[in-house]
């Protein structure tokens, strides 16, 4: 079956625009997560969404990044005046709610370059 | 959530076993020890999870100390396709958490 999805699977842009990570979550799951990955870093939870509860924003780094999950399916992470430091890979999971391991499922991660 | 120490990186034969420990002293008792892999360039990969008994599925084995404060995740017969970062994760199974990934052990298969 379809997995998880991301798309652009590359982005560059210039200091200071504006950017949208989009992620296509695996159909029925309630959960859904972004992470991020900097070069020789660890993955960093940013944002979680489960159902129609309120986001846990608590990874998020500064006022400037945001997300949003439309109609409990599709998600997107935006970021604002990005920033050099910015760059990275910026993953997706979805997750099934009730399920026994609770396991997430990845996408394959947008990598953005901030030039 | 309970902190992991593994070693930063392993080899292991191709064929061979590939055992990786995860120290997770402070884990407390309704916390999980999950394991994550990390194959180059793709997202994380769930492996196995297990409380305190031995669990086996297709992918590998995970052995939990009686104390629980270490575990070990055995891939039997290693290919040059685990070569990854296996992250051990220590989570309370209360739903659907984010994950907190620390620096992994980077496993080196080779033919």
């Known amino acids: 079956g379809a997995g998880v999805s991301q798309s652009p699977s590359n982005k560059v842009t210039e200091k200071g625009k504006d950017v949208e990570l989009r992620c296509d979550p695996i159909s029925g799951h309630t959960a859904l997560y972004w992470y991020r990955q900097s070069l020789g870093q660890g993955l960093e939870f940013l944002i979680y969404f489960q159902g129609n509860s309120a986001p846990d924003k608590s990874g998020l780094p500064s006022d400037r990044f945001s997300a949003e999950r439309t109609g409990g399916s599709v998600s997107t992470l935006t970021i604002q005046r990005t920033q050099q430091e910015d760059s990275a890979v910026y993953l997706c999971a979805s997750g099934l709610a009730g399920g026994t391991s609770y396991e997430q499922y990845f996408g394959p991660g947008t990598r953005l370059t901030v030039t | 959530d309970a902190k992991t120490t593994q070693p930063t990186s392993m080899d292991c034969a191709e064929g061979r076993a590939a055992n990786l420990p995860c120290n997770h002293s402070?884990?407390?008792?309704?916390?999980?020890v999950y394991w994550y892999r990390q194959i180059h360039s793709q997202g994380p990969q769930y492996i196995i999870h297990g409380l305190k008994n031995n669990e086996t599925n297709e992918m590998a084995s995970l052995i939990i100390t009686e104390d629980r404060k270490s575990s070990t995740l055995i891939l039997p017969h290693a290919t040059l396709r685990d070569t990854a970062v296996y992250y051990c994760i220590v989570r309370r199974y209360s739903g659907n958490t984010p994950l907190v990934f620390g620096k992994g052990t980077r496993l080196s298969v080779i033919a």
């Open positions: 402070t884990i407390s008792g309704n916390e999980y």
